[in-house]
Each structure stands twice: as C-alpha cells, then as structure tokens.
C-alpha cells in the first residue's frame, strides 16, 4: 500500500543529544513537510522541501536540521540547540509545487527528551 | 505556511446531533481549501476539500460550505458519532504556494 512511514513512534532521549526521526514515502510526491505539534495545538512547519536536494525553512527551523538526497526519504534531526525538542513530530507529502492538493501524514513520531 | 501555535476550542455534542466546525481565513487569494481530522495520537487525514469556486461541496455526512466574502469555511457533520471525536483542522492554500496555511484547530467531542 502506498503511504508514508514514520519511524520511531515513541523516542526517548537525553537532554543535548542530537536524534534524527526518519520519514519515508512511496507515494512518488515531490513535496515533503516536517511539521511539530504540542499537546493541545495546531501544526507549525519546520522544513519542506520541493525536490530532491532541495529545502526551505519553515516557521520554526531553529534547532533542526533536514536532508532531501532521495525523493522517498526526507529526515528531520533535532539538534541539541533545539531549547524544547519534547513533541509529536508529523511528516507529510503532496504531489507537488505546482499542483494544490492534500498532504498525506505520516502516523507522527512522539520525542521526549529526558 | 503558518499555523497558530494556540490551544484548541472544544466542541462538545451528542450522539445523533449535527456539528457544525468553523475555520477562518485571511488571504482572500486563497483558491483550495481542505479539511483534516486527527485522531489522539495519530496524523490528520483528509476529510473532504473544496476550490474557491464552489461555495458548497457534499461528502459522506460531511458537507463543506465556503463563503469567500467574509472568509469562512465552515464543516458540518451529520448525525454526529462517537467515532467522530477527534480534533478538525482546515487548511488553505494560495494559487502559487503549494505550501498550505493550517487554521488553530477545534477538538470534536461527541458524548454517547
């Protein structure tokens, strides 16, 4: 089945560890987002990128970082300068940057920093 | 795109009853509008969309209405179940940006 895979679900580290969450598609979308949502909020964007080697920060890049070497595979590290890095963190894809259309979630990963 | 980093207005209603979710948005550009819902702990999901030149869109108990004059997009759920109690996002995008602005959210929830 086509769709977008998040991995880990649940992640528990350190305080000033670096932890990379790993988003992968099989959907052939250009377009994939990294978006943070806290208990009870809405959903900010942290990257996106348009296509491969390719991305663009978003409202709330500070402490991460993202690569885009393959079109499937768009993973977001959280640095250890990320002040409050505990969230659920949500991948997403869309068909692409001239083409409105829906975005496709991943299930989320949860980061608890410890 | 932005979202509002707020916390969510609850709706709360019976089973049986209809819901009625409201979004509001600022960029009267805005052309395509979607609606999500997430439930606990999982990613949105596509619930039904609408382009701005409709003013009204029917799903499955759902229907979507758009009025571009004072821009408002509202969601109305028939014959609400529990099943439906989740929170509902919309989302808008602006010809040119596929970069879609998501509205704060409203938690849905529906006692049996």
């Known amino acids: 089945d086509g769709g977008i895979t998040q991995s880990p679900k649940y992640l528990f580290r350190k305080e000033g560890q670096n932890v990379t969450l790993s988003c992968e598609q099989n959907l052939n979308h250009d377009a994939m987002y990294w978006y943070r949502q806290d208990p009870g909020q809405g959903l900010r964007l942290i990257y996106y990128s348009q296509i491969v080697n390719d991305f663009q920060k978003g409202d709330i890049a500070e402490g991460y970082s993202v690569s885009r070497e393959k079109k499937e595979s768009f993973p977001l590290t959280v640095t250890s300068a990320q002040k409050n890095p505990t969230a659920f963190y949500l991948c997403?894809?869309?068909?692409?940057?001239?083409?409105?259309?829906?975005?496709?979630f991943g299930e989320g990963s949860r980061l608890t920093v410890l | 795109g932005e979202s509002v980093g707020l916390h969510l207005p609850t709706l709360s209603v019976q089973e049986g009853d209809n819901s009625i979710i409201n979004c509001a948005y600022s960029?009267?550009?805005?052309?395509?509008f979607i609606w999500y819902k997430q439930e606990s702990g999982k990613g949105p999901q596509f619930i039904i969309d609408i382009r701005s030149n409709m003013d009204k869109r029917q799903g499955q108990r759902v229907t979507v209405l758009l009025n571009k004059t004072v821009k408002h997009l509202s969601l109305q759920i028939a014959a609400t179940q529990p099943g439906d109690s989740a929170v509902y996002f919309c989302?808008?995008?602006?010809?040119?940006?596929?970069?879609?602005?998501f509205g704060r959210g409203t938690s849905l929830i529906v006692h049996p």
């Open positions: 997403a894809s869309s068909i692409g940057a001239l083409l409105t259309g829906e975005l496709f």
């Open positions: 989302a808008y995008q602006t010809g040119g940006s596929y970069i879609p602005t």
């Open positions: 960029n009267s550009a805005s052309d395509y």
